[in-house]
């Protein structure tokens, strides 16, 4: 089976640096991805990491380290349009179309 | 292009009635995947069609809820009887294929049942 842990909630300023960590239990691995959810809207899909070491996209960054199971996104520079639930999911190995999502991590932006 | 897209958004029903929500996944799109946020927990799995198949249906939590996908576009997903534990966001989502990122959500249908 698989399992991911992630913060439940997170509160910074705007301008600040947060950054979401993720630790995975998996029995197989295809990579970890990242998902943005604002209160009501679809997820959306935000990064992927395949192999070890840092992804940048703009303000975020997603990191990954296999030996450590271990992940984390980070986003800079935050704005109030950051309030959102972030989650790490990765993909089940049997059973390809199905991903496992962490609880996700409420990330609080205030002024 | 139209993303994917739900109905209804939200869904108000008692316990023991039935609903039916639908999904609309992008054209083209082969593979539509249910998914279920309950009670602000992880989100998680119900079931993947290839078009009108079930490939995978190890997450439906029990028999009261039918998942459907005639002529492989539109999808169904019927809850009867609907109890309370029921409650939660569902959410569909679709692929071309076998992206390794992941797939394109819709906003998702907000059942409550009372």
């Known amino acids: 089976g698989q399992s991911l842990e992630q913060p439940s909630e997170v509160t910074a300023v705007e301008g600040a640096i947060v950054q979401i960590n993720c630790t995975y239990q998996?029995?197989?691995?295809?990579?970890l991805s990242w998902y943005q959810q604002h209160d009501g809207g679809a997820p959306t899909f935000l990064s992927y990491?395949?192999?070890?070491g840092l992804e940048e996209t703009g303000r975020f960054s997603s990191f990954l380290s296999r030996s450590d199971s271990y992940g984390y996104l980070l986003l800079q520079e935050l704005q109030m349009k950051d309030s959102a639930s972030y989650f790490c999911a990765v993909r089940d190995l049997k059973s390809w179309g199905k991903f496992q999502f962490g609880a996700g991590t409420q990330v609080v932006v205030t002024p | 292009e139209a993303g994917v897209t739900q109905f209804p958004s939200h869904s108000v029903i008692e316990k023991g009635q039935t609903v039916t929500l639908r999904c609309d996944p992008i054209?083209?799109?082969?593979?539509l995947y249910w998914y279920r946020r309950v009670m602000g927990k992880e989100i998680k799995f119900l079931l993947h069609?290839?078009?009108?198949?079930?490939?995978?249906e190890s997450g439906m939590p029990n028999n009261r809820f039918l998942a459907e996908r005639t002529g492989g576009t539109y999808s169904t997903l019927k809850v009867q009887p609907a109890e309370l534990e029921d409650s939660g966001v569902y959410f569909c989502?679709?692929?071309?294929?076998?992206?390794?990122?992941?797939?394109?959500f819709g906003s998702g249908t907000r059942l409550t049942v009372v």
């Open positions: 989502a679709s692929s071309l294929g076998t992206e390794l990122y992941g797939y394109t």
């Open positions: 054209s083209g799109h082969d593979n």
């Open positions: 990491n395949a192999l070890d």
């Open positions: 998996t029995s197989g691995f295809y990579g």
């Open positions: 069609f290839v078009k009108e198949s079930k490939q995978d």
